[in-house]
């Protein structure tokens, strides 16, 4: 089943560039959707690298499909379409990739943030953005096969009737309508305290609660305060180190203690220097380093914050090291 509409402005002009049969042309028309589909690819893979990756096949897969677009459906809906299945053939892929230890099955160890520089530029979009794309919900979706991932993201995310999932999967009404009734009953399990209408809207803008922990929390590194690092952290604070661990919940003197014997605060000499950032539209901050004999700081650690009633309630850091996708200055 299909959009029953005649084509439109765009769609004819995607049309008559397939027409032509000429690729700089073809770029300039499905080069607009790019940041839309690399954030899709991401709800559907967690990793930024992936997802850029399938971006780029999908891409590719309609170069080489254009003459399969008749206008029948929109040029959005078909890149979707086309996306989609690209990241459900990776899927299939990386499901060979060597499995954690038994004790981390559960986790994604896989994750990696989202720089919110490369998200839609669409204010549409951008409402939506935020609840989305958090790493929380990231993760939680990656917690659904496949299949049922990419059904409940185009049905509750994108918004798309049940008719249209089911034509982009391959799938009949019957199964799309049991794959989203299974994967809403796992998304709640995975975040009991998150609504479940996505598409309504909702704030992206951090508030000042979160930026004034953010400046405390940079504030405590710059200056090697333990304590006032460890006032910051909520009790019992969800904490991960990706890729290295999965997530785990300690006190907020675990945590602490923790870093001082991974080699981290020794003696209270570390010449840490710290910027303040947002990632998948969260607080953050890139923690840079400088080591003896070493004139610059260099980065260290990006520290994405989850902040709940002015406390960090869950802290998942990344190596920072290995992303120059992130867009942070090389050196402080």
């Given at each position: 089943?299909?959009?029953?509409?005649?084509?439109?402005?765009?769609?004819?002009?995607?049309?008559?560039?397939?027409?032509?049969?000429?690729?700089?042309?073809?770029?300039?028309?499905?080069?607009?959707?790019?940041?839309?589909?690399?954030?899709?690819?991401?709800?559907?893979?967690?990793?930024?690298?992936?997802?850029?990756?399938?971006?780029?096949?999908?891409?590719?897969?309609?170069?080489?499909?254009?003459?399969?677009?008749?206008?029948?459906?929109?040029?959005?809906?078909?890149?979707?379409?086309?996306?989609?299945?690209?990241?459900?053939?990776?899927?299939?892929?990386?499901?060979?990739?060597?499995?954690p230890p038994a004790e981390l099955a559960s986790e994604?160890?896989?994750?990696?943030?989202?720089?919110?520089?490369?998200?839609?530029?669409?204010?549409?979009?951008?409402?939506?953005?935020?609840?989305?794309?958090?790493?929380?919900?990231?993760?939680?979706?990656?917690?659904?096969?496949?299949?049922?991932?990419?059904?409940?993201?185009?049905?509750?995310?994108?918004?798309?009737?049940?008719?249209?999932?089911?034509?982009?999967?391959?799938?009949?009404?019957?199964?799309?309508?049991?794959?989203?009734?299974?994967?809403?009953?796992?998304?709640?399990?995975?975040?009991?305290?998150?609504?479940?209408?996505?598409?309504?809207?909702?704030?992206?803008?951090?508030?000042?609660?979160?930026?004034?922990?953010?400046?405390?929390?940079?504030?405590?590194?710059?200056?090697?305060?333990?304590?006032?690092?460890?006032?910051?952290?909520?009790?019992?604070?969800?904490?991960?180190?990706?890729?290295?661990?999965?997530?785990?919940?300690?006190?907020?003197?675990?945590?602490?203690?923790?870093?001082?014997?991974?080699?981290?605060?020794?003696?209270?000499?570390?010449?840490?220097?710290?910027?303040?950032?947002?990632?998948?539209?969260?607080?953050?901050?890139?923690?840079?380093?400088?080591?003896?004999?070493?004139?610059?700081?260099?980065?260290?650690?990006?520290?994405?914050?989850?902040?709940?009633?002015?406390?960090?309630?869950?802290?998942?850091?990344?190596?920072?090291?290995?992303?120059?996708?992130?867009?942070?200055?090389?050196?402080?």
């Amino acid at each position: 089943m299909t959009d029953a509409r005649l084509p439109g402005a765009d769609e004819a002009t995607f049309i008559a560039a397939v027409r032509s049969d000429d690729p700089a042309r073809f770029a300039l028309l499905t080069e607009r959707h790019r940041r839309e589909l690399q954030v899709h690819c991401y709800r559907m893979l967690a990793n930024y690298e992936d997802a850029q990756d399938m971006t780029q096949e999908t891409f590719l897969r309609a170069w080489n499909k254009r003459d399969s677009f008749k206008g029948h459906a929109t040029l959005r809906t078909w890149l979707y379409r086309i996306a989609t299945n690209a990241c459900l053939d990776f899927l299939d892929k990386r499901n060979d990739r060597t499995p954690p230890p038994a004790e981390l099955a559960s986790e994604v160890l896989y994750l990696q943030p989202y720089p919110d520089r490369m998200l839609p530029e669409d204010p549409q979009e951008s409402v939506v953005a935020r609840e989305t794309i958090e790493l929380a919900f990231i993760v939680a979706v990656q917690h659904l096969p496949p299949r049922q991932r990419a059904v409940f993201i185009l049905r509750d995310i994108q918004g798309w009737p049940a008719s249209k999932a089911a034509d982009a999967l391959t799938l009949t009404l019957a199964s799309v309508t049991s794959a989203l009734q299974r994967a809403r009953v796992t998304i709640r399990e995975q975040l009991p305290d998150r609504r479940l209408d996505w598409r309504r809207p909702a704030t992206h803008e951090l508030s000042q609660d979160e930026r004034d922990v953010v400046k405390s929390y940079i504030d405590a590194h710059e200056r090697n305060d333990l304590d006032a690092l460890m006032s910051l952290l909520r009790a019992n604070l969800r904490f991960a180190m990706l890729p290295e661990t999965g997530t785990l919940t300690m006190t907020a003197q675990d945590a602490v203690d923790g870093w001082v014997r991974g080699g981290l605060f020794q003696h209270g000499h570390d010449d840490w220097r710290c910027i303040p950032t947002t990632l998948n539209r969260m607080p953050a901050a890139a923690l840079y380093l400088r080591t003896p004999g070493n004139p610059k700081h260099r980065p260290y650690t990006i520290a994405v914050l989850h902040i709940v009633d002015g406390k960090i309630a869950e802290l998942t850091g990344f190596d920072a090291t290995d992303k120059p996708w992130l867009g942070l200055p090389p050196t402080l």
